[in-house]
């Protein structure tokens, strides 16, 4: 009968251990991106990518951000939108412009991510002005940059959509 006994916990420790391993598994699989050679993608961190601003004219004006990997590394931006703002009051920090996960990008060489951030969705005159745009990758705010505007903004509850492998998906489209 000891035996027996002896065996259950030994099974419960060896079922916790196998769970913890599966759960590593699945954690390293769900968070791993390959790029168009099969290789294994890391997730892209600010100072992984340079960065270029323009000023767009659908949907009523927005800034176009192109991220580009700097030479030698391969990541991926996951496609949620970036963090970014105007300022540094809560008022002019990014919304989301869509409600739903994109598919990854997988950066490298002259591959290129695309995220538009329309600084005025509201339809009034309010709002303040700003001529810099403070950014980063989502998750990794505390290598932020800032960006010199192409002009000054009117800034009133901004939004920006995820990134996206093509410009026309970036378009900020508001309600």
């Not at 323009?54 to 009523?60: I, M, P, V």
């Not at 960006?147 to 990134?163: F, G, I, K, M, Q």
Request: glycine share 6%; net charge negative.
């Amino acid at each position: 009968m000891r035996s027996r006994f002896a065996a259950r916990p030994a099974r419960l420790a060896l079922a916790a251990v196998a769970a913890v391993a599966l759960t590593a598994t699945a954690t390293a699989t769900a968070t791993a991106t390959t790029d168009s050679r099969g290789s294994a993608a890391r997730a892209c961190g600010t100072k992984d990518l340079t960065f270029k601003l323009s000023s767009e004219t659908q949907a009523g004006g927005y800034f176009l951000v192109t991220a580009k990997a700097k030479s030698g590394v391969t990541c991926y931006l996951k496609g949620v939108f970036p963090s970014a703002s105007f300022g540094s009051a809560a008022d002019t920090e990014v919304a989301p412009a869509e409600h739903a996960v994109s598919e990854n990008v997988v950066l490298s060489g002259s591959t290129r991510a695309y995220a538009g951030i329309n600084p005025k969705t509201t339809n009034n005159d309010y709002g303040k002005e700003f001529d810099r745009l403070h950014l980063s990758i989502a998750g990794d705010e505390a290598n932020s940059l800032t960006l010199d505007l192409p002009e000054t903004a009117l800034v009133d509850r901004p939004v920006a959509t995820n990134w996206h492998a093509d410009p026309a998906d970036a378009v900020p489209f508001s309600d």
